[in-house]
């Protein structure tokens, strides 16, 4: 069994206040969820309006299949109109 950890870094550049962070968090949790099945958590920055940093775990029998289902969720994400991916890694446990 392999655990694969995802943590991306965000800038919401939209977001004005905890709540317009909280909406835009909120969505990208969803869609992520809904879309690959994986679990999401906000794991840090929670006290600053314009950053977040969300962690994405994915459970596989193999390495590949969760590298690639990560790597998809970075490609997800970065497509979203309301945030920017500053930065992300990908750890295996």
């Known amino acids: 069994m392999v655990i694969g950890v995802l943590t991306l ?7 004005f206040s905890l709540k317009e962070k909280r909406m835009t968090v909120n969505r990208i949790r ?14 840090d920055d929670q006290d ?16 590949p299949h969760a590298n690639a289902m990560l790597s998809k969720v970075v490609d997800f ?15 295996f446990l």
């Open 30 to 43: 969803d869609r992520v969820r809904q879309t690959f099945n994986v679990a999401v958590a906000e794991v």
């Open 48 to 63: 600053i309006w314009n950053r977040a940093c969300i962690a994405v775990v994915a459970v596989s029998n193999e390495q």
């Open 9 to 15: 870094e965000i800038a919401i550049e939209g977001a």
């Open 77 to 91: 994400v970065g497509r979203i109109r309301d945030c920017e991916i500053d930065d992300y890694s990908i750890e």
